[in-house]
C-alpha cells in the first residue's frame, strides 16, 4: 500500500501541482489573513461605535424620561414645604402631580411621624392612578408603617434625592404578570431645614423597560438593566427577571468576568467588555442611568456581530479551498498532458534500452523543452541506431575475418610439417617442431624435408604477428620450398629468397631465418643465418652454434649471405627456436631470458632426450613461467637429432678407371661381377650396370673439360641389404642432384647432354647423394636389393 | 385588562402583597371555616415568606409525614395584613416558628408559648459593615435592623459593647445598606447575608461580626404554639413536632429533592430568589441545626442557651423578668 506521501512522490505533474497549490495557499493565508484581520477590526470597531450609539441613545431616553419625574417632583415639593400649616393641601398636591403627569403610577407625601399632631403617627398623603382614575388616600397605619420603608428612610437618611430600587407589583388576576415600580425620593424640609417627611414619585418603568429592551442592534442581542443590588430589572429571561443578580450565578460556578461586569456596572462605569455570558461569547457594552444608580447593558453575541463575517470568511474560505483543490486538479491534469510526451518518451526510450532499436519515438511539433528533447531522442536514436548498424557490420565482418583467420590458421599449419616423427623408416634422424601462434595465425615459420640424402631445415620469424607476418611468412616458406628444390647451399637459398622477397617488400617487413642442410650419410651441416638467434647444440651440454649474424631477410636485395659449415657428432640435437621463446614475458612484463632457455635444456642434453621430450619440456618451463600472462608473441621451436646407423659392410670393391670410354667394359664386368657376388638377379643386375654406367660415362664425358687427364673411381659396398655404389672424382664440381628431371616429352636429338642420364640414375636407384668433399665430387647411389 | 394598583402600604412590606379583594375572600374563608375545622386540621404557618428556611416542614407536608402521622397539616404563610403570630393569636394558625428571644419576648408580654420542637442549635445573626469596616469599631453608626422584631441580641451587644449604634428599622431586603443610606445592618447568615454576596457585595472576617462567636450562641428558630392551644392537642402537638422533626431528617440526607420541594413552594409564593440562593439558604440553616459541641442534630433547646439568652435581655431590658426553661416547654 502506498502511503499518500509515496503517491505524490511518484509523479511530478502531483509534486508540481502540490508545490503550485503550497505556494498559491501560503499567498492566499497571508492575503485573506491580512484582510481577515483588517475586517475583523472594522467590524468589531463598527458593531462597538453602534452599540454604544445606542446605548447612548438608550439611555438618553430613558433619562429624559426621568428627569421628567423628577422635574415634576421638584415642581411640586416646594409648594409642599409652603403649606405646612395645611396638611390636607398635601392630597391635593400629591393627586395635582399625577394629573399632570398621567404616565406616573403615584404619588406620596409622607411625613414624620406626629409632624401634624393632629393627625397622629402616620400622615402621608397619596394618590395613584388605577387605570386613569386617580385615588387619593392617607396610607400610614400599624399594619404599613411608611417611615419604615426604603422609599421613605433613602431619601431621609441620605438627606438627597434619591431613585429607589425597581420593585414590581403583581397582579393577581393575571396570576404571574408583574409591573416594576421605581420611586424618586426627596426629603421634605422646613423652612429651617430640617428634615420632616420625604415625597415620593412612582413611576412604571413598563415604558423603560420596553424601551431598553427594545435595544437590539443584532438579531440575538438583548438588553439588561441592573439595580444598585446587582438585581435584573431588565432581563429577557423571566427566571431571571427580579429573581436574580448579575452575581448569582457565578456564586454556584465561579465567574470572574461576569462578577468583574457586575462591578463595572454597580460602580456607574462606562465601558465594553468581551466575556462569555450563559454560556455565548458576547460583547457587553454597558452605561449607568443617571444618577439612578442602576445601569443598563447591551449584551451582544459575537456570533451576531461577526456572524456576516464569519459567514463571508466560511465562503471565501470554502471557495479557497475547493479553489485550491480544483487548482491541483486542473494542474495536475495539465501538467500530465503536457508532461504525456514526455512519458510516451520514457516509455519508448524503456523499449528502446531493452534492445528494440526500430521503436518508433512519435515525432512532436511542439517547440518547448519537451519537444527538443524528443527531437533529441529522435536524433540519439537515430545516431544510435546507424552506430549499432555499423556495429554489427563491424561485428559481421569482423566474424568474417576470424572465420577467414581460422581458415588461414589452417592452411597455414598445414603448410607446415605436421606428422611426427616424420621420417619413422629413417634410424639415423629424428626431428620435432611446432609453433604456437600468439594470434590466429603466425608470422613464424619452420620446415623441413629430405632430399638426396640431405636434410633441409629451416625456422624464420617475421618481424610484426597477425595476418601480414603470416603472408610474409607464407611467401618466405614457399620461396624456401622452390629455392632448395635444387639448391642445396644454404647461402644461396637464402639469397634467392631474399631477392624475392626485397623488391615487393613495400610494407618493409623483415624475416629472420635460420636454414641448414644436412648431409645424413655424412653428418656434415652447412648453415646459414640470416639475422636469427644462433641456434643451441645439445651434446652432455649446451653449446650455441657459432653463426653470423647477418641481416634478416627483406631489408637488403644484394645483401651477400654466407654459409657456414660443422660436422654432427652422433647424438647431438640441434634446438632452434624463435624469440617467442627467450623474450616470452610473464605478468610483470619480465623476460624468460635465455638463461632460462639454457638451464631448461642442460637436463635435456644430460638425459639425452629426443626432440619431441625436449619440446614439451621446454614448453612446460615456458608456460610454468609465463603462467596466465597473454602470449606475446609466436612461439616456434624445432629440434632435431643425428644418430646415423653403423654400416656392417660384407663387401667392399673399388675400381679406379682413367676417364676414357674406351674402360666402361671394365666397369659393366665389375657391376656385374658384384651383382653377381650378391646374388642380384639379372634385371636388376643390369639395371644397376646401366646407371652407373651413365654415372661414370657422364663423369668421364665432363669432369675434365680442359682435356686434363683424369681419374674416375667407383666404390661398390654392401651389408646384404642395400648396395652402395660411390663414384668419385676431382673433376670440376658439379652436382647431378641439382639437375631438373629430363624432359622425356622431347626429340632425343632436342634433350641437353646428360639431362637423361641423371634421370635414369634416379629412376633406377633407391637414392642418390651428392656431396662435393676436398675438392671431389663424391656420388652415392643406393640400391635396395633385398 | 384590569391592572389592579396596590395601595403603597403594600409594596415595600416583607410579605408577600395580596390582592385585597382576595384577601378579603381568604380572610372570610380562614373566619367561616377555622372553627368547623379546627379539630380536623392543623395549620401551620412559618414566620416568614417560603424559603429554605422552613425547608424540613415542607418536606414533611410533601413527603406525606404529617399525613403518616395522622395529621391534616396546611401551611399557610404570614400575609401582609396578618404576621404569623397574629394568626396565632387569632388561633388561626396552631404552629407557628420563632426565634427564642423572639418567643421569650412574647412570653414576657404575657402570652405564654410552648416550644415543641427546635431546630435551631446556633446563632445565625451577623453584623456586615462596610468593606474593610470592622463592626465593633462603628461606635454610634446607623445599623439596619429587622422592623418585624428581630435583633433583640443585637441591641444587647450594642449596649453591652458600648458601641451605641444608632439602630435603623428596614422592612425587608438589604436596600438601604447597599444604597449607602446605613453603616452597617444586621443580617441573618442564611439570608441577607446571601443577599449581600448576590449583590455583589465583598464579605469577609473583617466586614462580618458573627454573634455566636462573641459569647451570643443563642439558638433561634423553634417551632411554638400558645400554651392554651397545646394543653389541649398535646398529642397533636406531639405528632406534628415528630414528622416535622423527620422532614429535616430527611431534608438534611435529601438536600437536592428538598430544594425542589422549596423552589416549588417559592414559585407558588412568587418569592423573588432562585435556587441559587436557596440552596445556600438551605445548607446553612441545616449547618446552624447541628450543635456544635455534639456535632448532632439534637431538636432541642438547651437550657444553658436559654438562660443566657433570659439574662441578657433581662440585663438589658428587653424583657422585665427571666423566661425560663420550663417555660418555654411543657413544664
Known amino acids: 500500500m502506498n502511503s499518500p506521501f509515496q503517491y505524490i512522490r511518484k509523479s511530478l505533474s502531483r509534486k508540481l501541482s502540490l508545490w503550485i497549490v503550497l505556494f498559491a495557499a501560503v499567498i492566499f493565508n497571508v492575503a485573506l489573513g491580512f484582510m481577515f484581520t483588517q475586517s475583523l477590526k472594522a467590524v468589531r470597531e463598527e458593531a462597538i461605535s453602534r452599540a454604544t450609539k445606542e446605548l447612548d441613545n438608550t439611555v438618553l431616553r430613558v433619562t429624559s424620561l426621568l428627569d421628567r419625574v423628577e422635574i415634576a417632583t421638584n415642581n411640586t415639593d416646594w409648594l409642599v414645604t409652603r403649606h405646612l400649616n395645611t396638611p390636607d393641601s398635601m392630597f391635593v398636591y400629591s393627586r395635582r402631580i399625577l394629573q399632570n403627569n398621567p404616565d406616573l403610577n403615584g404619588c406620596s407625601i409622607a411625613f414624620e411621624p406626629y409632624y401634624f399632631r393632629d393627625r397622629g403617627r402616620y400622615f402621608s398623603a397619596y394618590s395613584f392612578n388605577d387605570n386613569g382614575t386617580i385615588l387619593t388616600t392617607q396610607e400610614g397605619n400599624d399594619h404599613y408603617e411608611y417611615f419604615y420603608m426604603d422609599w421613605y428612610q433613602t431619601a431621609k437618611l441620605l438627606d438627597r434625592p434619591v431613585w429607589t430600587e425597581p420593585f414590581f407589583d403583581f397582579n393577581p388576576d393575571d396570576i404571574y404578570s408583574k409591573e416594576m415600580i421605581a420611586s424618586f425620593c426627596k426629603p421634605l424640609k422646613d423652612n429651617a431645614g430640617e428634615y420632616i417627611g420625604t415625597i415620593s414619585v412612582d413611576m412604571s418603568l413598563k415604558w423603560l423597560s420596553e424601551t431598553i429592551s427594545a435595544v437590539k442592534p443584532y438579531p440575538n442581542s438583548y438588553s439588561i438593566m441592573i439595580g444598585e443590588g446587582g438585581t435584573f430589572f431588565v432581563h429577557p429571561d423571566p427566571q431571571k427577571l427580579l429573581y436574580q443578580t448579575i452575581f448569582t450565578e457565578t456564586l454556584a460556578v465561579p465567574d470572574p468576568e461576569v462578577s468583574a461586569l457586575g462591578h463595572a456596572m454597580l460602580n456607574g462605569e462606562e465601558g465594553m467588555r468581551e466575556l462569555e455570558m450563559d454560556g455565548v ?56 498532458s503536457e508532461l504525456k510526451p514526455l512519458m510516451l518518451l520514457a516509455d519508448q526510450t524503456d523499449t528502446i534500452a531493452k534492445g528494440s532499436f526500430d521503436q518508433l519515438l512519435p515525432e512532436d511539433k511542439r517547440t518547448d523543452e519537451i519537444g527538443r528533447l524528443n527531437h533529441s531522442f529522435i536524433g540519439m536514436q537515430k545516431s544510435l541506431r546507424k552506430y549499432i548498424d555499423q556495429l554489427q557490420e563491424t561485428t559481421a565482418t569482423k566474424a568474417s575475418i576470424e572465420s577467414e583467420l581460422k581458415v588461414a590458421s589452417t592452411i597455414q599449419v598445414s603448410m607446415l610439417p605436421r606428422i611426427f616423427p616424420p621420417f619413422p623408416e629413417r634410424k639415423d634422424i629424428d626431428l620435432y617442431a611446432n609453433m604456437k601462434p600468439a594470434k590466429e595465425v603466425g608470422g613464424d615459420l619452420f620446415d623441413f624435408f629430405l632430399r638426396d640424402e640431405k636434410l633441409f631445415f629451416i625456422i624464420g620469424d617475421v618481424s610484426g604477428k597477425g595476418v601480414p607476418a603470416a603472408m610474409l611468412m607464407a611467401v618466405t616458406h614457399s620461396l624456401f620450398r622452390a629455392a632448395s628444390a635444387h639448391e642445396s647451399d644454404p647461402a644461396i637459398i637464402i639469397r634467392n629468397i631474399n631477392e624475392t622477397v626485397c623488391p615487393d617488400n613495400s610494407s618493409s617487413m623483415f624475416v629472420t631465418i635460420f636454414l641448414g642442410v644436412l648431409d645424413l650419410p655424412t653428418g656434415h651441416l652447412r648453415y646459414c643465418n640470416a639475422g636469427h638467434d644462433s641456434p643451441l647444440l645439445l651434446n652432455g651440454g649446451v653449446t650455441e652454434l657459432k653463426c653470423l649474424p647477418n641481416l634478416p631477410v627483406g631489408i637488403l636485395a644484394d645483401m651477400k649471405f654466407v654459409t657456414q659449415e660443422c660436422d654432427l657428432t652422433y647424438g647431438t640435437t640441434l634446438f632452434l627456436y624463435t ?150 672424382d676431382s673433376g670440376t664440381a658439379f652436382d647431378p642432384t641439382k639437375k631438373e628431371k629430363a624432359d622425356v616429352t622431347l626429340s632425343f636429338e632436342d634433350r641437353p647432354i646428360g639431362g637423361l642420364g641423371i634421370f635414369l640414375v634416379r629412376e633406377i636407384m633407391d637414392s642418390i647423394n651428392y656431396e662435393r668433399t676436398d675438392n671431389r665430387n663424391i656420388l652415392t647411389m643406393i640400391k635396395n636389393i633385398k | 385588562m384590569s391592572y389592579a394598583r396596590i395601595p403603597r402600604c403594600f409594596k415595600d ?146 449596649i453591652k459593647d458600648g458601641l451605641d449604634y444608632e439602630w435603623i428599622r428596614f422592612a425587608n431586603n438589604v436596600n438601604l445598606f447597599i444604597k449607602g443610606a446605613i453603616d452597617a445592618t444586621l443580617a441573618m447568615s442564611y439570608n441577607e447575608y446571601y443577599q449581600l454576596v448576590q449583590a455583589g457585595y465583598e464579605v469577609t472576617d473583617t466586614n462580618v461580626y458573627r454573634f455566636c462567636d462573641h459569647g451570643y450562641n443563642v439558638q433561634e428558630d423553634g417551632v411554638y404554639m400558645t400554651r392554651e392551644y397545646y394543653n389541649k392537642h398535646k398529642e397533636q402537638a406531639r405528632k406534628f413536632a415528630e414528622a416535622s422533626r423527620r422532614g429535616w431528617e430527611w431534608a438534611a440526607e435529601h438536600p437536592e429533592e428538598t430544594l425542589d420541594i422549596v423552589m416549588k413552594y417559592v414559585e407558588e409564593n412568587h418569592i423573588a430568589t432562585n435556587r441559587v440562593m436557596q440552596d445556600l439558604m438551605l445548607k446553612d440553616i441545616l449547618r446552624l441545626q447541628t450543635d456544635r459541641e455534639s456535632g448532632e442534630r439534637e431538636f432541642r433547646l438547651r437550657p444553658d442557651m436559654v438562660k443566657m439568652a433570659s439574662d441578657l435581655m433581662v440585663e438589658y431590658m428587653m424583657i422585665d423578668k427571666e423566661v425560663t426553661y420550663e417555660q418555654l416547654t411543657e413544664e
Open chain 1, 281 to 336: 461569547d458576547s460583547y457587553v457594552f454597558y452605561k449607568p442611568l443617571g444618577d439612578t444608580g442602576w445601569s443598563v447593558a447591551i449584551v451582544c453575541p459575537e456570533s451576531d456581530i461577526f456572524g456576516g463575517y464569519q459567514h463571508l470568511r466560511r465562503i471565501v474560505l470554502f471557495i479557497v479551498i475547493i479553489g485550491l483543490l480544483l487548482m491541483f486538479f486542473v494542474f495536475s491534469r495539465v501538467v500530465t
Open chain 2, 13 to 158: 412590606h416583607p410579605l408577600k402583597p395580596f390582592f385585597v379583594k382576595k384577601l378579603i375572600l381568604f380572610v372570610l374563608f380562614f373566619s367561616a371555616a377555622a372553627v368547623a375545622m379546627a379539630q380536623e386540621r392543623f395549620v401551620f404557618t412559618p414566620q416568614w415568606t417560603a424559603q429554605a428556611q422552613f425547608a424540613g416542614y415542607y418536606v414533611a407536608q410533601e413527603q406525606g409525614f404529617y399525613r403518616d402521622a395522622g395529621l391534616e397539616v396546611e401551611i399557610v404563610h404570614p400575609s401582609l395584613t396578618q404576621s404569623a403570630m397574629s394568626r396565632i393569636r387569632r388561633n388561626e394558625s396552631q404552629a407557628t416558628t420563632l426565634q427564642l428571644c423572639q418567643a421569650m419576648e412574647i412570653i414576657d408580654s404575657g402570652i405564654p408559648m410552648v416550644n415543641i420542637l427546635q431546630t435551631s442549635m446556633n446563632n445565625a445573626m451577623v453584623i456586615v459593615s462596610r468593606r474593610g469596616v470592622d463592626p465593633l469599631t462603628q461606635k454610634g453608626a446607623r445599623v439596619g435592623i429587622w422592623s418585624a422584631g428581630f435583633g433583640q441580641l443585637a441591641i444587647c451587644m450594642s
Open chain 1, 579 to 728: 624469440d617467442g621463446l627467450n623474450e616470452a614475458m610473464n605478468k610483470d612484463y619480465e623476460q624468460f631470458g635465455m638463461e632460462r632457455v639454457t638451464e631448461l635444456l642442460k637436463p635435456c642434453a644430460e638425459q639425452e632426450m629426443g626432440p619431441r621430450q625436449v619440446l614439451e619440456h621446454v614448453l612446460d618451463g615456458v608456460r610454468d613461467f609465463v603462467q596466465d600472462a597473454e602470449q606475446s608473441d609466436d612461439l616456434t621451436m624445432l629440434a632435431l637429432r643425428y644418430t646415423p646407423g653403423e654400416f656392417a659392410t660384407i663387401l667392399s670393391e673399388r675400381l679406379t678407371l682413367s676417364c676414357d670410354l674406351a674402360r666402361v667394359p671394365e666397369l659393366n664386368d665389375f657391376i656385374m661381377s658384384i651383382a653377381e657376388k650378391l646374388g642380384m638377379d639379372a634385371p636388376t643386375s643390369a639395371q644397376v650396370q646401366l646407371a652407373v654406367e651413365e654415372a661414370v660415362v657422364n663423369v668421364m664425358n665432363y669432369a675434365y673439360p680442359d682435356g686434363r687427364k683424369g681419374f674416375v673411381t667407383i666404390k661398390a659396398m654392401s651389408d646384404g641389404h642395400e648396395l652402395r655404389i660411390v663414384v668419385i
